[in-house]
């Protein structure tokens, strides 16, 4: 990477329908020393089940600080070398970046962003993303 590189976007590519503006964003909030992460509010009850038979409701958490994160995610780049090094000297394990910035103190802020950021991962999200793509047009 270029030493002039100071801000780092993770993005992945099964995301192809990001916004610009929430792109902006996140930019901003990293060249301002934080790191950031697109997400949605969530709509659903979530229900937490028993590990040992996953069909049984035990809980129902309460979804009202509950965000879906996306990506790109933005961060300082130092702050994001920092953060996986920590991270490979600790044995610590994130399903995203922004926790592993998170682990080492650093704020990470939340950029609203569109259900329209779907991942593509499955047939079902092809096909809406077919949808989607063909609306746009």
Not at 100 to 122: C, F, H, M, Q, Y
């Amino acid at each position: 990477m270029r030493a002039e590189c100071v801000v780092v976007l993770v993005h992945d590519g099964a995301r192809p329908f990001v916004d610009p503006t929430v792109i902006d964003a996140v930019i901003g909030y990293a060249r301002r020393g934080e790191g950031a992460v697109p997400a949605v509010r969530l709509g659903d009850t979530l229900k937490e089940v028993d590990p040992k038979d996953p069909t049984r409701v035990v809980r129902t958490r309460p979804r009202a600080r509950i965000w879906r994160a996306q990506t790109p995610q933005g961060f300082p780049r130092a702050v994001l070398e920092r953060a996986h090094t920590h991270a490979a000297r600790t044995g610590h394990r994130a399903t995203d970046d922004a926790a592993l910035v998170e682990a080492i103190g650093v704020p990470v802020r939340v950029v609203p962003d569109s259900t329209r950021n779907i991942k593509v991962t499955t047939p079902e999200d092809l096909a809406l993303a077919e949808l989607l793509a063909g609306a746009s047009r």
